[in-house]
T-cell receptor, first 116, second 115 residues
Framework: AQKITQTQPGMFVQEKEAVTLDCTYDTSDPSYGLFWYKQPSSGEMIFLIY??????QNATEGRYSLNFQKARKSANLVISASQLGDSAMYFCAMREAMDSSYKLIFGSGTRLLVRP | GAGVSQSPRYKVAKRGQDVALRCDPISGHVSLFWYQQALGQGPEFLTY????????KSGLPSDRFFAERPEGSVSTLKIQRTQQEDSAVYLCASSLEPGLTQPLHFGNGTRLTVT
């Protein structure tokens, strides 16, 4: 079964507008972490934001915020005031505490294109 | 250097050749991961090291894939008798220590093309 599902292969957003990238996850572990990464065309994976399963508040990092809905097992990334440089692939990932290697499991990604 | 460094950046191999991909993690980082990323897909886990110990190799697709980190710093991923399906970007990532909250810091990857 897919542990991380990103249902939007591609998204468009107008510059300066906000956009939400969807992510749902599947785990039976009560302790887990959720991550979002950005991958520009250069290929480097850039860490954006982290949310822990026990965190009471939604994580925020600058223009990035994570809409964490635990009961629905969703962890959507919200990018406010989109910029042309936000055009990239975005990956949602999860790590489970019961996994002794603490590896990240990634979704298939969403390609975001910001229009001027 | 400040980040994770991988070499070579690009590698073309004829089918059947052996290749070796190198990863220099961030200095002092205990955890090191290798991932394989096919075109248009998310990274897939290959293997994990904690210092020099290879604690998880559950993602290695076949016994043609071998990884080592003998002194707990630099790591090498070796692929023997390469096949066309091995064509992908191989990403190395490190983190300061094992833990739920630790983000992985990735290198730019090695793009392997098997002809």
């Amino acid at each position: 079964a897919q542990k991380i599902t990103q249902t939007q292969p591609g998204m468009f957003v107008q510059e300066k507008e906000a956009v939400t990238l969807d992510c749902t996850y599947d785990t039976s572990d009560p302790s887990y972490g959720l991550f979002w990464y950005k991958q520009p065309s250069s290929g480097e994976m850039i860490f954006l934001i982290y949310q822990g399963s026990y965190d009471q508040q939604n994580a925020t990092e600058g223009r990035y915020s994570l809409n964490f809905q635990k009961a629905r097992k969703s962890a959507n990334l919200v990018i406010s005031a989109s910029q042309l440089g936000d055009s990239a692939m975005y990956f949602c990932a999860m790590r489970e505490a019961m996994d002794s290697s603490y590896k990240l499991i990634f979704g298939s990604g969403t390609r975001l294109l910001v229009r001027p | 250097g400040a980040g994770v460094s991988q070499s070579p950046r690009y590698k073309v191999a004829k089918r059947g050749q052996d290749v070796a991909l190198r990863c220099d993690p961030i200095s002092g980082h205990v955890s090191l991961f290798w991932y394989q990323q096919a075109l248009g897909q998310g990274p897939e886990f290959l293997t994990y090291f904690q210092n020099e110990a290879q604690l998880d190799k559950s993602g290695l697709p076949s016994d043609r894939f071998f990884a080592e980190r003998p002194e707990g710093s630099v790591s090498t991923l070796k692929i023997q008798r390469t096949q066309q399906e091995d064509s992908a970007v191989y990403l190395c990532a490190s983190s300061l220590e094992p833990g739920l909250t630790q983000p992985l810091h990735f290198g730019n990857g090695t793009r392997l093309t098997v002809t």
